[in-house]
């Protein structure tokens, strides 16, 4: 049975929430609450202006028909991992593997939410909630609030393979909110993956506790479903000498919106995320916008953001990035790049980068370019035998290098390159 949760704020009185203890009943209660005041995103919103938010707040979702692959297998098929399957938004146990592993603790969250006491009660909603300053992020407020499922994940010792959540699409008019807990203890290691369209509207939460000297990997693919509608927010808090790197790839789909939120609060920790969008407006609307917060509230920190979107046919890209460093955030490093390649002249690409400063030994910087394939450099390739089409790939793939670089594990980023090329080969003009 597909969970169907109504988008509007009548919806999040208590008879409406999903059942639980008492840590996830007030943790439901108070996100609630705060949606109640946050009110809706509108277009007046100055992190909506470009992305129309209607369609992710109707109290009811758009029909989105289940795409077709004709048999092609899914990404992450031949990597050794554990998988966890939920089919529009309902767990799928003869599909998923035992939920156990050496070093790792897995939950369901409606298992772990019916528990008076669980380790993820200093967690869920608690990332959210430091996430909506000083910018209100009203939909995870919602998914809080909402989400009937989800996993819980906690790292305790050497995980000898990565976590594979994998979200299936089945129904037309599935509306899909689900809400991830992840803990990596320190000194411990975890590379979580994520793919699948999941829903015709899918609202996804994943909030990531990344302790002293631990180490978080993620790389997420959106799948080619062409009608789906997305909004998932990323929340990470850092401590002391850890490390967090997300990838996520994202192919086709009517909206999507990814929102990262990370904050350092231990010294000399990195934080990477990167992604790869390519959209095609013949297949119909195309619109991506990638939106990240990175707080620096420690000393000698690591950030990077490196976004790379590939548009046509009157597909559109949002690019919205700010790094705000703290005082006292001495020697902070922060890089910022968001670039667009515009296979024609009908699509479009919107950028906001920002930095906002308050100590003085700092490197921070950002670039953000639109531009069309480099002429020279197709000459070129197409003076030494280079069929036209083969060439622009090969001039794709080498704008988008830049950000599968990002990903840690060469077998996964090998994978990630060769969906971006099959992509390609599918949408030659």
């Known amino acids: 049975m597909t969970a169907q949760p109504q988008h509007a704020d009548a919806q999040i009185s208590a008879d409406n929430r999903p059942g639980s203890g008492a840590w996830a009943s007030d943790a439901r209660s108070d996100a609630a609450g705060r949606l109640a005041q946050m009110g809706l995103p509108t277009r007046r919103d100055e992190y909506w202006k470009w992305t129309r938010p209607d369609s992710l707040t109707s109290a009811t979702p758009e029909t989105a028909e289940v795409f077709d692959y004709e048999g092609e297998p899914p990404v992450f098929h031949d990597i050794d ?32 939410a019916g528990k008076d006491i669980h380790w993820a009660r200093d967690l869920y909603g608690v990332l959210e909630t430091r996430g909506q300053t000083p910018v209100a992020r009203p939909l995870a407020a919602f998914n809080t609030a909402m989400a009937t499922d989800g996993v819980v994940i906690r790292v305790t010792g050497k ?28 000194g411990t290691k975890l590379t979580m993956l994520e793919n699948g369209a999941a829903a015709a509207r899918f609202s996804k939460v994943t909030e990531v506790d990344v302790a002293d000297g631990a180490e978080f990997h993620h790389v997420r693919a959106q799948g080619r479903d062409h009608e789906r509608q997305a909004v998932t927010h990323l929340f990470a808090r850092l401590g002391a000498g850890s490390a967090f790197k997300s990838f996520t790839m994202t192919v086709n789909g009517k909206l999507t919106r990814n929102e990262c939120v990370i904050e350092f609060l231990g010294d000399e920790a990195v934080a990477h995320v990167a992604g790869a969008a390519l959209g095609d407006g013949a297949d119909g609307d195309f619109l991506h916008d990638d939106t990240v917060f990175i707080t620096h509230d420690a000393v000698a920190c690591e950030s990077r953001q490196v976004f790379k979107k590939v548009l046509k046919n009157g597909a559109k890209g949002v690019f919205q990035g700010k790094i705000l460093v703290k ?46 394939i480099d002429e020279e450099a197709l000459f070129y390739l197409r ?37 971006l090329d099959a992509w390609l080969a599918r949408h030659r003009t």
């Open 81 to 112: 991992r554990l998988k966890i399957v939920f089919v529009d938004g309902v767990f799928d146990a003869d599909a998923s593997d035992e939920l156990d592993g050496e070093g790792i603790e897995i939950e369901r969250l409606s298992e772990a």
């Open 327 to 372: 005082q006292g955030a001495q020697k902070t490093d922060g890089y910022q790049k968001s670039q667009s390649l515009l296979l024609d002249d009908d699509a479009s690409f919107q950028a906001k980068p920002e930095l906002e400063i308050y100590a003085d030994d700092v490197i921070c910087s950002h670039g953000s370019t639109t531009g069309a």
């Open 159 to 186: 995980v000898d393979r990565p976590v594979n959540l994998i979200y299936r699409h089945e129904d037309a008019q599935s509306d899909v909110v689900l809400h991830n807990v992840v803990r990596v203890e320190e």
């Open 383 to 419: 003076s030494r035998g280079v069929p036209a089409h083969i060439a622009t790939d090969l001039l794709v793939l080498a704008f988008l290098a830049d950000a599968i670089e990002e990903i840690e594990d060469e077998t996964i980023a090998a994978e990630i390159n060769d969906r």
